[in-house]
């Protein structure tokens, strides 16, 4: 039983679903939501206040001016993706804390969250505790 006990937990302490990444941003924790897709993708869509990063443009030139104290929540399209998890390895060798983000911008939407971009979609928005 220990084993699993730990398995679930690791698997808690890597990753976020949507409502986790809400909160966490309606709280204002240092947290910054990475967009590993395409940038057309992000273009067309992405989560509100994330920035874009491709998962293959990742290296360390691309983000020494990113902030090591923040906690970085990688995404992509969802399940059926795994740029979240190429970028959130990339990170974490980067020497920053991460999280994944499961299911990605498709369950972001279907938890009924705001989007950002050419198509977005309204839904429920960050209220920030700034």
């Known amino acids: ?47 509100p206040g994330a920035v874009n990063i491709p998962h293959r443009t990742m290296d360390r030139a691309r983000v020494a001016k990113l902030d090591k104290t923040a906690i970085y929540v990688c995404y992509c399209d969802g399940i059926g993706c795994n740029g979240s998890t190429k970028g959130a390895l990339k990170m974490t060798q980067l020497g920053f804390k991460v999280r994944e983000l499961i299911g990605g911008l498709d369950w972001w939407k279907r938890d009924g969250y705001s989007t950002e971009g050419a198509e977005a979609v309204t839904g429920t928005e960050i209220q920030c505790a700034c």
């Open 1 to 47: 039983m220990e084993e699993q006990i730990n398995h679930y937990q690791q698997k808690l302490d890597f990753e976020w679903d949507a409502a986790d990444l809400f909160e966490n941003l309606e709280e204002s924790a240092h947290v910054i939501v990475v967009d590993t897709r395409k940038t057309f993708a992000y273009d067309l869509e992405h989560i």
